[in-house]
């Protein structure tokens, strides 16, 4: 063989190679976008909305179309400054062009999840340079079940998520830009993202691109550059958010000390009395929880990030991994969804490992995670199988939802089988298994927790009882925000309960709202007076059996596990 035709024999061999990686470049994005329809879209319209976070962000941002007032969140008429209003902007303009239903309340969550979904694709694409890398990291963070899970719940973190996530693709998009112009343009993009965050969920979207940047900017002996062009990012994220920041104390003045100490000094440096208090360690359990069906690769994944950490590529994830979870883990309060802006820079470091093996012809660590995932699956059959024996869990009538229940597990064990059998060529197989999950587990609860979870779907069964009354009252904010949400009517007055609206209630024109356990007869007697009074009450314990004995007796009656419906008539004058 000639030295002229050896170029030609090695081009050969790359053929193949090149081939298939164009494939996949052609294939990766209509898969995803197919798998965003089947397993996030679809699913939004075959479940109640969950309490208390769907009905409450339902049914603030419904009342936002109602009043017009697109400045301070109300919650049923009542001052609630738990969060900003973007938020709401976002579940609102989704009921504004989808309707007041349940696709419109949670397409903001799937939209969020699906573009922080493209932007680990076009993160991958910009560090790595490789088609399979890229799928493979956009498949990782779409099936990492928290991710995938929340895309289909109507509350603030998804949305809150992808401004994180958008913030730190931008940095590193300016920082790794070869022009002025597009430098400039990704700390602009930096400063949008900052602004929409602070106006979703707070300050912490201020303060999560710094903690990350200047460590990395540092190291990188670039802090000059992160001061210059850091001031257009903090230029833009003021023009973003200081309009709305002074309308909002222009109308309500206690808005932001009551959000800045509830919110933030409290959540997060309070001790044992923080809202939402966790021990230190809280999210290192759940850190493999929230990464199903792929948890067995982060050891490996850690591993090689600690091997690889001097590479600049690698740092910046790593970075971007490990400093928000150290920070979450020190504050006091915590909630699980707390470390979602954790989970895009572990996918990307995820999917950069799993593409390593596969081109080492390496599977062991793939096929171990097959076998855990048809373990955990076969454990759930067995459990299902002996409750449903023992304690009847699903009623006779209940058998669809059942069989639903035993499909999401099968699917989830061929999955994983198929995995552990072939683990370079079928290594993303459990994707499929936690799709099901998502698509088909909240269509197949047991009655028992769908009348408790979800009571809109009852209240909607009698709905057109319910709207021709004149006076509403629940002893639930659960069911009272699903009443209001579902009659459009954000006036339902609030039985022997405060919880979360303490600070709105706590103003003296809302005395009215409230109903005392003393007061609660004289309250009917007057409303009865001027209409029919429609009543929701959850019945769960001696003392809600009292509060419904307090009623009168000639209403109708409808009960469906803990929550019971009642219709009183206009009293004869």
């Given amino acids: ?79 609630y400054f738990e969060k900003p209003i973007a938020g709401y902007w976002m579940i609102a303009i989704g009921q504004a062009i989808f309707g007041e239903n349940l696709f419109g309340v949670r397409i903001a969550s799937a939209l969020s999840s699906g573009v922080s979904v493209w932007l680990a694709y076009l993160l991958a694409r910009r560090l790595w340079n490789n088609p399979r890398i890229s799928a493979a990291c956009a498949l990782l963070y779409m099936s990492f079940g928290l991710i995938a899970g929340q895309a289909g719940y109507a509350n603030l973190d998804p949305q809150f998520t992808l401004w994180v996530n958008l913030s730190l693709v931008a940095i590193w998009f300016a920082i790794d830009s070869n022009t002025p112009r597009a430098r400039l343009g990704g700390w602009a993009l930096l400063g949008f993202a900052c602004g929409m965050g602070l106006m979703t969920k707070g300050f912490l979207a201020l303060m999560l691109p710094v903690l990350i940047a200047l460590p990395y900017m540092i190291w990188q002996r670039r802090f000059g550059e992160l001061v210059r062009y850091g001031l257009v990012a903090v230029a833009v994220a003021a023009l973003v958010s200081v309009p709305w920041a002074l309308a909002v104390h222009a109308r309500e003045p206690d808005f932001w000390r009551f959000f800045f100490w509830h919110e933030h000094i409290r959540r997060f440096a309070a001790g044992e009395d923080a809202q939402h208090a966790r021990p230190w360690w809280f999210y290192l359990p759940l850190l493999f929880a929230s990464t199903l069906p792929w948890a067995l690769l982060l050891p490996s994944t850690l591993l090689r990030t600690w ?64 076998v855990v995932n048809v373990v955990l699956a076969i454990a759930a059959l067995i459990a299902l199988i002996y409750l449903q024996a023992t304690r009847e869990i699903y009623e006779h009538t209940e058998m669809f939802s059942l069989s639903l229940g035993y499909i999401v597990l099968l699917g989830w064990l061929i999955a994983g089988s198929l995995q552990a059998l072939r683990p370079l060529a079928l290594w993303a197989m459990p994707a499929l298994g936690i799709g099901l999950l998502v698509a088909l587990l909240p269509a197949a609860m047991p009655a028992t927790i769908v009348n408790s979870k979800m009571p809109d779907q009852f209240i909607a069964e009698h709905q057109q009882e319910l709207s021709e009354t004149s006076s509403l009252l629940s002893n639930d904010l659960g069911a009272a925000s699903a009443l209001s949400w579902r009659l459009r009517r954000p006036q339902v007055d609030l039985f022997n309960t405060i919880g979360e609206l303490k600070y709105g209630l706590d103003d003296p024109v809302m005395a009215s709202r409230k109903v005392s356990l003393d007061g609660v007869g004289e309250w009917m007697t007057e409303a009865r007076k001027k209409g029919s009074v429609g009543v929701v009450m959850r019945v769960n314990s001696t003392s809600d059996e009292q509060q419904l004995e307090l009623l009168p007796i000639d209403g109708k009656h409808y009960r469906r596990g803990q929550i019971e419906i009642l219709i009183f008539s206009q009293s004869q004058p």
Wanted: charged residues 15%.
């Fill in 1 to 79: 063989m000639t030295s002229e035709n050896k170029p030609l024999h090695h081009a050969a061999l790359n053929l193949p190679r090149l081939h298939q990686s164009s494939l996949i470049e052609r294939f990766a994005i209509p898969g995803l976008v197919l798998a965003f329809v089947v397993f996030y879209l679809l699913p939004l319209m075959t479940h109640g909305l969950w309490i208390p976070d769907e009905t409450r962000y339902g049914q603030i941002s419904q009342e936002m179309l109602q009043s017009g007032n697109w400045v301070a969140p109300h919650f049923m008429g009542i001052r």
């Fill in 307 to 370: 091997r690889e950490k001097r590479d600049p590529k690698i740092a910046f994830l790593a970075l971007w991994f490990l400093l928000p979870l150290a920070f979450f883990s020190a504050s006091s309060g915590k909630l699980p969804t707390y470390i979602m802006p954790c989970l895009l820079p572990l996918a990307l470091l995820m999917g950069y490992t799993v593409m390593n093996w596969i081109a080492d012809q390496n599977g062991r660590v793939l096929r171990i995670n097959g």
